[in-house]
């Protein structure tokens, strides 16, 4: 069906959002012609809305996030969120399988859905004047989902074959899910978004209700509405739409099972025929914007900001540029999480360098900025990068929505997003270099290893 | 408290107990003149009680098993099945605190308590006038304790200590639980069986009670009772103290998250200051007795006596005798568990050697297994050995029940153990290379090295 063909990038596009918005979260705030028009209210049953004001264009974007994700499945039950989500496509007793999203297809509008750790959104982008329609529908499949084993069968084989070509015929995401399950030792969020395959395998229509009869309910749920409207519009809209819904759950207290101290750097080597060019990535655990020290967080965005973001970055210029080791290498920061998260590096050496090489090149720029920190100018350049990439975020509206949406799914709210320009421009030199020294602690990290798997065994098994 | 002493070594006595009663419960089932007086039933409650006569002194081994363990605690909860057994000796209304514990040492006995990963056990050595008695506190305390914080918080102390001088403090105890966690990516078997200590921190009265109620209960215990008794004394006894208990709970079914299909080698690098002596140990995934095929259980069994038991093995003749690389080397293989288990290798380097050369030691024993198989003579001795063994182990008592005890917890049968003798006469030198070529492959395994932290930063982290 059309939905599930466009649905088809969502984990990783939701997965990439992630680790850009939380450096437009962290900088657009700094228009402060924009955020005051961004209103916020709570219904009747405990649902919140967030109005974020955009009349250029006389379109909305629609989009109704639960605080649900996969690490709130419960263990052996892997992939569930998402499943429920591809489930939510199929129809209820009002609007039967495929009416939504053939309406939204008529009148011309998107639609899409994803699903993270923290979270599970729907949106759909339509002219203002269907916005009405829209929470009708988001309204009705909120709790009126029809589901039966001729429905859940079919799609759980969508699902498998999502996963083939996701991960399983993908060597570095192969990889990557190993390394996050080797980082994470007891935090959910070291098992697949998508599920272990032995576990979406196994997964049933009562384990899709139960779940959505858990999870789904308007208290658990926060609508954005980006637009051509006004903030009282959206209220009456909402109350008359979605303030119907009852209450119908009380979703459990998001209290995950946390990280013990972290204290033995680990490896993990993934060898498969089908890697044509070797590479490396480490992820080291550190705090989230949630669970941070005040500032720290900002720190850690600015850290990776410098460190890999660009070919103007540290291990750019120096693996790619002066030395010549390798053909990429950066680094990246996924501040937006509930619980502890991950900060990551990678590199891909030049044919005829080994990993090793590279490893130890990545190492040296790492130990440098640990000892001898970082510049005034580099950190005055970095607050302006990313004060200026959101200034360009702020001009798509679904971009706007979205990072309200993983921001809020995430542990924050409105004010703290209002805040997050202050905490970017309080960040020192020295905080970045404390942020270095304390969580680019080897002993944190895992680093994966991808190499080309030539069939001896003798060297499949080192 | 006297039993809390007592208990100090109870968890690395089950570890060891484990891994060695695999190879107990192997080859002692051949003495047919043993097994045929070991007889079993079962209580209207549901209790299965198990009887192993042994007249030549008027003693009795009396233990009560629970088929929970650490595997069964709910995720964040790790630690609550150990901390239960120790709130097991807080008394009920009807025996205070101290109360059992004084008996048995008054009339001269001895007791003892224990928690794994799949079972948890209380069993106590008296005189066989005093069975009656034991079998009257022990069922007693299946459903009568009472908890107060009170009584519930000193003893969480007592176990935070415990974790202090097993783990804590143990950097050898610190790198198996870090390797242990990174071989189980989604099974339950990766936390500690002690419990990570920031969670045994979190565990309350609350905590320990609706695990008690949820698990303790006839039908989720087995009696084992070994010594100078006839089945028809035990069965008496145990109607008239144990059959009065009502079936309090249903415990649910030991279905644990299953680990995905290991595909990437990993390895796990502690350092400490207070490493003497460098080390490695690896685990592989391995099948166990109840989810191997028929007769491979029996195979890893022989493989593991072949490749690393004793100086006679085959890593022990390479590494300590023939390179003197080593002063230690060996194999091993947890046959009993639940869940696919662990096959460990280890080995120490002799001084001015290095881990990667007593790896590449131990790369080259297995290779060679894997490559050119065993000898029919290594087989023999292997099985003649494992047979001799049990035979010395059949004269003890407590032993015995032990043995029974840990087979029937992970999901053997008295039938099974009978026929296990069987099962070892059935391998053959090409069932053994199979083994070692199928589950002895580094993309199963986890490799820790502890090595010793001389404070400066550099390698620390590396």
């Given at each position: 069906?059309?939905?599930a ?9 939701a997965?990439l ?24 209210f709570?219904l ?5 809305v ?15 996030w639960?605080k ?7 263990p052996?039950?892997?992939g ?11 129809g209820?007793q009002k609007?039967?399988a495929?009416r939504?999203?053939q309406?939204v297809?008529t009148?011309?509008g ?13 949106y759909?982008?339509?002219l ?7 929470m009708?529908?988001?309204?009705d499949?909120m ?11 079919p799609e ?15 060597p ?12 994470f ?13 032995h576990?979406i395998?196994g ?5 899709a209700?139960a ?13 954005i ?7 009282d519009?959206v209220?009456t ?17 998001r ?7 972290p ?8 060898a498969?025929p089908?890697v044509?060019?070797p ?5 080291y ?23 890999g973001?660009g070919s103007n970055?540290r291990?750019?210029?120096?693996l ?6 390798a053909?990429?290498?950066?680094a ?13 590096i ?9 990993l ?9 720029v790492?130990a ?5 920190g970082?510049?005034?100018d ?13 200034v360009f ?7 706007l ?7 809020l ?8 997003i ?17 942020a270095a020294?304390?969580w ?14 030539n069939?001896r065994?003798?060297e499949?098994?080192?």
């Amino acid at each position: 069906m059309g939905f599930a063909v466009k649905r088809v990038k969502s984990l990783s596009a939701a997965a990439l959002l992630a680790a850009a918005l939380c450096v437009m979260i962290g900088s657009s705030a700094a228009r402060a012609a924009f955020l005051p028009d961004v209103a916020t209210f709570t219904l009747g049953n405990g649902m919140q809305v967030v109005v974020i004001p955009d009349r250029r264009q006389p379109v909305v974007t629609h989009m109704l996030w639960y605080k649900v994700g996969s690490a709130d499945e419960t263990p052996g039950k892997s992939g569930l969120a998402h499943f429920l989500e591809h489930l939510l496509f199929k129809g209820t007793q009002k609007n039967p399988a495929g009416r939504f999203s053939q309406v939204v297809s008529t009148i011309g509008g998107q639609e899409n859905a994803f699903t993270s750790n923290d979270y599970t959104g729907y949106y759909q982008r339509v002219l203002r004047e269907n916005l009405r329609q829209m929470m009708e529908f988001e309204a009705d499949r909120m709790t009126g989902l029809v589901l039966t084993d001729d429905i859940v069968k079919p799609e759980l084989n969508v699902v498998l074959e999502e996963q083939n070509q996701r991960i399983a015929n993908n060597p570095g995401a192969k990889l990557s899910e190993q390394v996050q399950a080797a980082l994470f030792l007891n935090h959910p969020y070291g098992r697949p978004v998508i599920g272990w395959r032995h576990e979406i395998e196994g997964l049933t229509r009562d384990d899709a209700l139960a779940f959505y009869r858990r999870f789904y309910t308007p208290n658990n749920a926060v609508l954005i509405v980006a637009g051509d409207v006004t903030v009282d519009e959206v209220r009456t809209l909402a109350e008359e739409t979605y303030g119907k819904v009852p209450r119908i759950a009380e979703p459990p207290a998001r209290k995950r099972p946390q990280e013990p101290p972290p204290i033995a750097a680990r490896t993990v080597t993934f060898a498969d025929p089908r890697v044509a060019q070797p590479s490396l990535q480490r992820d080291y655990l550190v705090p989230s914007n949630a669970t941070a020290r005040k500032g720290e967080a900002a720190a850690l965005d600015i850290l990776a900001h410098i460190l890999g973001s660009g070919s103007n970055s540290r291990l750019y210029r120096s693996l790619v540029i002066d030395k010549g080791l390798a053909v990429s290498a950066g680094a990246w920061y996924q501040g937006s999480a509930l619980d502890d998260t991950r900060f990551g590096i990678y590199g891909t050496p030049r044919p005829n360098v080994t990993l090793q090489q590279v490893e130890e090149g990545i190492d040296a720029v790492i130990a440098e900025l640990i000892e001898k920190g970082i510049t005034a100018d580099e950190l005055d350049r970095a607050r302006t990068k990313l004060i200026a990439d959101t200034v360009f975020a702020q001009d798509n509206q679904a971009t706007l929505a979205r990072w309200f949406g993983v921001a809020l799914m995430t542990g924050s709210t409105v004010d703290d997003i209002r805040a997050w320009p202050d905490r970017v421009r309080a960040v020192t030199t020295d905080d970045v270099q404390n942020a270095a020294r304390t969580w680019l602690d080897k002993r944190r990290s895992v680093t994966g290893y991808l190499v080309r798997d030539n069939g001896r065994a003798e060297e499949k098994r080192s």
